[in-house]
């Protein structure tokens, strides 16, 4: 099974000015996705994706964090990252969580990086020109609130209906003003574990 990209998209943000207070420095947030023809389209309900997934996932995410990487201007940039897709109407929302869920694909990511946390993510079904929607956090701490971002953008002849969109996102920072603390301070202040038990019960 070979991988059958129709394209690539890359899309990048650089925000200077946040709720009318310029930044400290510019606030990058930058997504590459790539459009692909679903290897199950067509054939039905098929019971065995890991098949395929082993041979598809790999590729993809050596070609899309390469990409991505490139786009942001390398992996010492990158302090919160994410992930998604979106299948074709023809398709169903468990291939396009096959390629990005196996960590054949989003490990390459993790370890190109050097992160620690899980991607986020979002998987979907629907038509062309759909939002990508990207949420993203801190690659090393999932507390850090202000790294709780999400990129958006959309390919107006994309995801075809036997196509699947998988995307990467990437900032190169929290956002600039961020000022609502972080998970840690509620939850001293509130005495509770990370479980949100009370602390000593």
Do not use: C
Request: proline content about 4%; aromatic content about 6%; glycine content about 12%.
């Amino acid at each position: 099974m070979a991988l059958k990209i129709r394209k690539m998209v890359r899309y990048v943000e650089e925000t200077y000015i946040e709720g009318g207070k310029e930044a400290d420095r510019p606030w990058v947030m930058a997504g590459v996705a790539a459009v692909f023809q679903n290897p199950w389209a067509g054939k039905g309900f098929v019971e065995d994706l890991r098949t395929d997934i082993l041979a598809l996932a790999p590729p993809l995410g050596e070609k899309m964090v390469q990409a991505l990487l490139a786009t942001i201007g390398g992996a010492n940039i990158v302090e919160a990252y994410g992930k998604a897709a979106v299948v074709g109407v023809n398709g169903e929302v468990e291939h396009g969580s096959g390629m990005i869920h196996t960590l054949r694909f989003g490990n390459q990511y993790r370890v190109a990086v050097e992160g620690k946390s899980f991607l986020s993510f979002t998987n979907k079904r629907a038509g062309a020109g759909t939002a990508i929607t990207i949420p993203m956090m801190h690659k090393d701490d999932e507390g850090q609130r202000s790294h709780y971002l999400t990129l958006e953008f959309h390919i107006p002849d994309a995801p075809g209906p036997d196509e699947i969109v998988i995307a990467l996102g990437a900032a190169s920072s929290g956002r600039p003003h961020h000022r609502i603390g972080n998970r840690y301070m509620d939850m001293e202040e509130m005495q509770v574990d990370q479980t949100g038990k009370t602390k000593g019960s």
